[in-house]
């Protein structure tokens, strides 16, 4: 009986891994604080570098004539 019981635990237990194996989780990747920084850093140079180009532009069609 024990033998028999064994058997069965160890297949419950790797039937078990190969379920949880092909159901992965769904919560998103971990972001570490230093990461989480480094992107906002990123952004912040990517709007101040958009914001530059929108005032050239802006500075450059108000510099044009009108006819």
Same mark, same amino acid.
């Given at each position: $009986?024990? %033998?028999?019981? @064994?058997?069965?635990?160890?297949? *419950? #237990?790797?039937?078990? =891994?190969?379920? &949880?194996? $092909?159901? %992965?989780?769904? @919560?998103?990747?971990?972001?570490? *604080? #230093?990461?989480?920084? =480094?992107?906002? &850093?990123?952004?912040?140079?990517?709007?101040?570098?958009?914001?530059?180009?929108?005032?050239?532009?802006?500075?450059?069609?108000?510099?044009?004539?009108?006819?």
């Amino acid at each position: $009986m024990n %033998r028999k019981k @064994k058997v069965i635990e160890t297949q *419950k #237990a790797k039937i078990k =891994k190969k379920n &949880a194996k $092909m159901h %992965r989780s769904n @919560k998103p990747r971990y972001i570490s *604080k #230093a990461e989480r920084a =480094k992107m906002e &850093a990123e952004e912040a140079q990517q709007a101040e570098q958009s914001a530059e180009q929108n005032q050239t532009v802006a500075v450059a069609e108000s510099e044009k004539p009108t006819e």
